[in-house]
């Protein structure tokens, strides 16, 4: 199978050739599609030399399927070109996310929605994936009313440039490139992507607007608060969560640790609980502090961390390719 890669040369397009190779994707030739400056260059992709093309030449190369991370403007520019000469794109910007006629897909939580038509399939954003992977057992128990969520989110989340910036500044260098306005070192930045009307970023409106779509429930009310803070290896997230109906703790840690995507990290007497460091090169969402919220009734508490670089962006955009793969549609 014939396999595009577009935005090979970034921190999501590498990560993607990586999960490509470990999941055994039954790639036959690499496609990798880069900017103009990196045209002619070759990448390694399981022992074998690729040289890194154009966007219309991997047009004509007509892959199966092409994995795009390359922004929203490329993808709004491109990804019909792919479509309309057959190519299934599996997109990772934002750009056709919240587009009625697309579909916006975590295999573990809405995998059915997909069907042989789909050729402009959206990526989510990498702090809903963790979430939607972790809430969807307990919607499907519990129904969930509502959801409180503050993010500690990596620096890769926003590219190299933004770890340039962090690991300079630990080294004491001032001059430089700044992916933020404000140092991240030793700090925490309460903006992720532009703010809104409404006071709120982007980012967290991705939240609001994707948890929806995904969860197939415009009834469930979120609210969300987006914070970058100096770690790699992984988005956090405090997630407060309001059910319908109520629940046993037991029976919350039971359902989490039989769910697909979903590692239970919860011992409080060995202080096993989710981290960045932990989670960072692995596939699955981490989940654990998982308790009762006290101040109101039907509530809980838990913590949730996963490598925005893999299931944040990569991993779940494999995983649609598999998807997509088992079920004949490419």
């Not at 040369?9 to 400056?37: C, H």
């Not at 532009?194 to 409106?205: D, I, L, R, S």
Request: proline share 4%.
């Amino acid at each position: 199978m014939k396999v595009a890669v577009v935005g090979a040369t970034g921190l999501v397009g590498t990560k993607m050739l990586q999960v490509l190779a470990e999941r055994n994707f039954p790639v036959t030739e690499l496609i990798p599609v880069a900017s103009e400056r990196s045209l002619g260059k070759e990448i390694e992709f399981r022992g074998n030399k690729y040289k890194i093309v154009s966007m219309q030449e991997a047009v004509d190369a007509k892959p199966a399927i092409a994995i795009f991370s390359a922004g929203g403007g490329t993808s709004l520019e491109w990804a019909p070109k792919f479509a309309d000469a057959g190519i299934t794109v599996i997109d990772n910007s934002s750009a056709w996310r919240m587009d009625e006629t697309k579909k916006l897909v975590v295999p573990e939580v809405n995998a059915h929605v997909l069907t042989a038509a789909d050729k402009i399939i959206a990526n989510p954003n990498c702090s809903t994936i963790q979430m939607v992977v972790v809430l969807k057992p307990l919607h499907d128990r519990y129904k969930i009313n509502r959801v409180i969520v503050s993010t500690y989110q990596s620096v890769t989340g926003t590219g190299v440039k933004a770890v340039e910036q962090m690991m300079n500044e630990r080294k004491g260098i001032t001059d430089g490139p700044m992916a933020y306005k404000y140092p991240i070192d030793q700090n925490a930045i309460p903006q992720i992507d532009v703010f809104t009307e409404n006071g709120y970023t982007k980012e967290e409106m991705k939240m609001v607007n994707e948890t929806k779509k995904i969860m197939e429930d415009n009834t469930i009310r979120l609210s969300a608060t987006c914070v970058r803070i100096p770690t790699m290896g992984g988005h956090s997230e405090s997630v407060n969560i309001e059910f319908e109906n109520d629940f046993n703790i037991e029976e919350v840690k039971d359902l989490l640790h039989s769910s697909p995507g979903v590692t239970l990290q919860d011992n409080l007497e060995s202080q096993l609980y989710p981290m960045p460091l932990t989670a960072h090169d692995k596939d699955d969402t981490f989940v654990g502090r998982i308790r009762r919220d006290e101040s109101q009734l039907n509530t809980l508490n838990c913590w949730i961390v996963s490598d925005n670089l893999r299931k944040g962006a990569a991993t779940n955009a494999v995983q649609i390719a598999e998807e997509l793969l088992k079920r004949g549609f490419v």
